[in-house]
Each structure stands twice: as structure tokens, then as C-alpha cells.
């Protein structure tokens, strides 16, 4: 019988990832969805699998979920992917977003204690915890101190810590992967690398004609979800819990991204997108690049996607979406 993984968030970008790659490592599959009064979006992401999994209605916040299914199945390895992940929108709904990517971490922490104490867990760290921090080189790794400057943020820190607290102090199989941007077709709508791809399509169909957008200076390091869903297997696959930078070394500000997407379809970004202060946020991280070389040479990762790769997959789904 092949190795039981639960996957919170499995119905996200990164947990339909996962969930292939699991599956098709032969592994059972156990996820949790939230409450939707549309249940069909629930799903969408998962849709194909959902014959090859075992979803049931959960939620971070409602520790009895947790320990229900932690009781009944017994993972081998848990994904902790749930998250309020917007960094924008954690400054609205700060609250929403600090309980569950931090007291939701806590919960699953203490469940596991209980449930499943041989358990491998996962934690979805992010480097948005650096902040505006980085090292003399302008990279960030796993030494890099972090000054966050967002409730996201601030929150996904204190579920770092309490990783490595209950790893030392309960002796739990607990790690983190510090993953940086990282993007698909299954994006959110409202990320900028989905923003801008699908925008810039509308306008080269003449469906609309201005993408409006925040802070086009600040730059990103941008990987492929699929590359960074292996990672996250490999990470609970080593020897002993620890915690793991994953990015690709390169970066660009959200302005070349802009250049690059609307000359491949034979646009000006110039003519189109305009500056709305809406989306510029209350504090910035302005800058991230990730040294990788720890998970290059420990766990034998590296990503296989490049930069171009990823955009024009990118620009493949939604030209094809909007085709008519
Ligand atoms: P995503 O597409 O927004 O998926 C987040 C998932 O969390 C969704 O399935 C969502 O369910 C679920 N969720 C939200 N609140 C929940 C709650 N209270 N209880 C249970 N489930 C809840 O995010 P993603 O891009 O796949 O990212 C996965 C994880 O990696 C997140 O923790 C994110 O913060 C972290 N991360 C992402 C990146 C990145 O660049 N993508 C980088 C570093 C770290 P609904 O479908 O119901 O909303
Ligand atoms: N979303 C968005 N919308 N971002 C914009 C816009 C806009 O209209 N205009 C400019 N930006 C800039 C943001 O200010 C930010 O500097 C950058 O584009 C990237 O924004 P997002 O795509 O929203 O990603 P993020 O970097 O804030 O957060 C993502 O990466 C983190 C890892 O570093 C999320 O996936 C987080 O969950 C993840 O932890």
C-alpha cells in the first residue's frame, strides 16, 4: 500500500500540484475543502481528481476537522498548504489571515502531538518573511534574517517558528520550505503574474484596453508551481526535519514582466497599463531573490522550468481561453 498524505489547501494552485504528483507516485491522497455557497468553484482546481481522493469539509480554524481526520486516516506525511495567501489582502482582513496561517498552524501542530505523532509535516513558509532584508551578495537563504512587513507576512513567520519549536521541543518531523513566487495557469486571478498575462491577452483580442496595476518596480524571483510541489515531497523525503529555501537564483521587477508579456504579443505595455494607488500597498517588500544552493546540494533539487517556460505556458492557457 502506498504512503498516506494529507494536503491542506489541496484545493489551491499548489495543492492540485501536489495532489497529481502524489497520486501519481502512488500515494492516497486525503485533503480538506472549506464551505463555499458556489461548490462548484470549490473544485475546480481538482476537478479531474476527484475520483482519486478523499476530500472532506474542513477548516484550519475548527481544531475538531483536524483532529477527525488526523484520528481516521493516520497520515504519513502532511502538506500544510491552507493559507489566506494574498500578501495585499492580509492588510484587509488581518485578522482572517493571522488565524489561519498562524493559529491554524498551531492547531494542526497540537493535533498531530495527539493524532499522528509520527506524522511528517510540511509548512508552507514563504520568503515574503524576509522582507526587506537580504544578504551582502542581494540574496536571500536560509540564514537571512526576517523583518516581514505584512500581517501575511508576520503571521507565516510565527508558523516557522513554531515549526522549529515543536520539532526540538516535541520531536516532531516538522519543516519548513521557504518557497519564493512561484506560478502556473492555475494561479489566482489576482496575483500579479495572472494579472498581467491575462490582461495583456484581453487587450490583444480588443476586449479591453488598460490593465491597472500598483508598484511596477518592486521585483520578483518566479518559479513553476509544478518544479516547487516536487521540492515539497523531497523536503519531508529527507533523513531528518529541517528547513529549505526554494527559488530559481534569477529576478525581475514586475515592470520587465510587463515588457516581456505585451511585446510577445506585439504590444506597448507603455500604451496600456496605468499606475492605481489601489494596489499599491501600505508597506513593501521590494526586492527577493533566493539562494537555493542548500536544497540544490542536500535534497538534489532544481527547478526545470525556466522563466520563459513558465510565461509562455502561461500566455498558452489564457490565449487559448480567449480564443473566441
Ligand atoms: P492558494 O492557491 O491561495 O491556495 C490556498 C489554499 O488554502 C486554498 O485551498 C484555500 O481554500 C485554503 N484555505 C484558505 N484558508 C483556509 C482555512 N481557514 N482552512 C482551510 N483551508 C484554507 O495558494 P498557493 O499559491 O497554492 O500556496 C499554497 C501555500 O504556499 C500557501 O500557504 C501560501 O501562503 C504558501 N506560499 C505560496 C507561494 C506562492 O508563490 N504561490 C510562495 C510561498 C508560500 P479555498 O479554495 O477555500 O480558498
Ligand atoms: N497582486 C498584485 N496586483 N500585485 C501587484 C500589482 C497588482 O495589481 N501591481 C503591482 N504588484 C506587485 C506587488 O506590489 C508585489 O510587489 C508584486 O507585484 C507581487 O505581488 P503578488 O503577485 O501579489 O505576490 P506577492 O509577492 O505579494 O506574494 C506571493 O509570493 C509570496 C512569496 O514571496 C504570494 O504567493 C504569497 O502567498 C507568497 O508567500
Same mark, same amino acid.
Given at each position: 500500500?502506498?504512503?498516506k498524505a494529507f494536503i491542506t489547501g489541496i484545493t489551491g494552485?499548489d495543492g492540485s500540484?501536489l495532489t497529481? %504528483? ?7 491522497v486525503y485533503g480538506f475543502a472549506r464551505r463555499n455557497?458556489?461548490t #462548484?468553484?470549490q473544485q475546480?482546481r481538482i #476537478?479531474?481528481l476527484m475520483?482519486?481522493v478523499d476530500l472532506t469539509y474542513g477548516d484550519m480554524l475548527d481544531q475538531s476537522s483536524i483532529d477527525k481526520l488526523l484520528k481516521r486516516v493516520?497520515p504519513?506525511?502532511i502538506y500544510n498548504l491552507a493559507a489566506q495567501? %494574498? ?6 482582513? *488581518? ?5 489561519t496561517?498562524?493559529?491554524g498552524v498551531?492547531n494542526l501542530?497540537?493535533s498531530v ?5 509520527? $506524522?511528517?509535516?510540511?509548512?508552507a ?16 537563504? #536560509? ?11 508576520? $503571521? ?12 526540538? $521541543? ?11 513566487? %512561484?506560478? =502556473? *495557469? ?9 494579472? /498581467? ?5 484581453? /487587450? ?24 516547487? !510541489?516536487?521540492?515539497?515531497?523531497? /523536503?519531508?523525503?529527507?533523513?531528518? *526535519?529541517?528547513?529549505?529555501? /526554494? ?13 516581456? !508579456? ?9 500604451? %496600456? ?21 542548500? =536544497? ?29
Amino acid at each position: 500500500m502506498g504512503k498516506k498524505a494529507f494536503i491542506t489547501g489541496i484545493t489551491g494552485q499548489d495543492g492540485s500540484y501536489l495532489t497529481e %504528483h502524489l497520486l501519481d507516485l502512488g500515494y492516497e491522497v486525503y485533503g480538506f475543502a472549506r464551505r463555499n455557497s458556489v461548490t #462548484e468553484h470549490q473544485q475546480t482546481r481538482i #476537478e479531474n481528481l476527484m475520483n482519486n481522493v478523499d476530500l472532506t469539509y474542513g477548516d484550519m480554524l475548527d481544531q475538531s476537522s483536524i483532529d477527525k481526520l488526523l484520528k481516521r486516516v493516520n497520515p504519513d506525511e502532511i502538506y500544510n498548504l491552507a493559507a489566506q495567501s %494574498h500578501v495585499r489582502i492580509s492588510f484587509d482582513v *488581518p485578522q482572517f489571515t493571522v488565524q489561519t496561517n498562524a493559529l491554524g498552524v498551531l492547531n494542526l501542530l497540537e493535533s498531530v502531538k495527539i493524532n499522528a505523532p509520527n $506524522a511528517k509535516i510540511y509548512q508552507a513558509s514563504s520568503s515574503e518573511m524576509f522582507g526587506n532584508s537580504r544578504d551582502a551578495d542581494n540574496m536571500q537563504r #536560509e540564514t537571512t534574517p526576517m523583518h516581514p512587513v505584512s500581517p501575511y507576512g508576520c $503571521a507565516k513567520l510565527f508558523s516557522y517558528s513554531l515549526i522549529r519549536n515543536y520539532r526540538k $521541543a516535541f520531536k516532531l518531523f516538522a519543516s519548513n520550505g521557504i518557497l519564493f513566487n %512561484h506560478e =502556473s *495557469p492555475r494561479r489566482g486571478a489576482n496575483f500579479v503574474t495572472t494579472k /498581467i498575462i491575462k490582461n495583456a491577452v484581453l /487587450i490583444s483580442k480588443g476586449k479591453i484596453n488598460t490593465l491597472e496595476l500598483g508598484n511596477l518596480d518592486s521585483k520578483r524571483d518566479w518559479g513553476h508551481s509544478k518544479d516547487y !510541489v516536487r521540492a515539497m515531497r523531497l /523536503i519531508l523525503n529527507h533523513t531528518e *526535519p529541517d528547513d529549505f529555501v /526554494i527559488s530559481t537564483g534569477e529576478t525581475k521587477s514586475i515592470r520587465d514582466l510587463c515588457k516581456i !508579456v505585451f511585446s510577445k504579443l506585439n504590444l506597448n505595455y507603455e500604451d %496600456h497599463v496605468k499606475i492605481n494607488p489601489k494596489y499599491v500597498r501600505p508597506d513593501e517588500l521590494s526586492y527577493l531573490c533566493g539562494d537555493c544552493s542548500k =536544497s540544490k546540494k542536500i535534497l538534489g533539487w532544481k527547478p526545470k522550468y525556466s522563466f520563459e517556460e513558465l510565461v509562455d505556458e502561461m500566455l498558452e492557457y489564457f490565449l487559448e481561453k480567449y480564443k473566441d
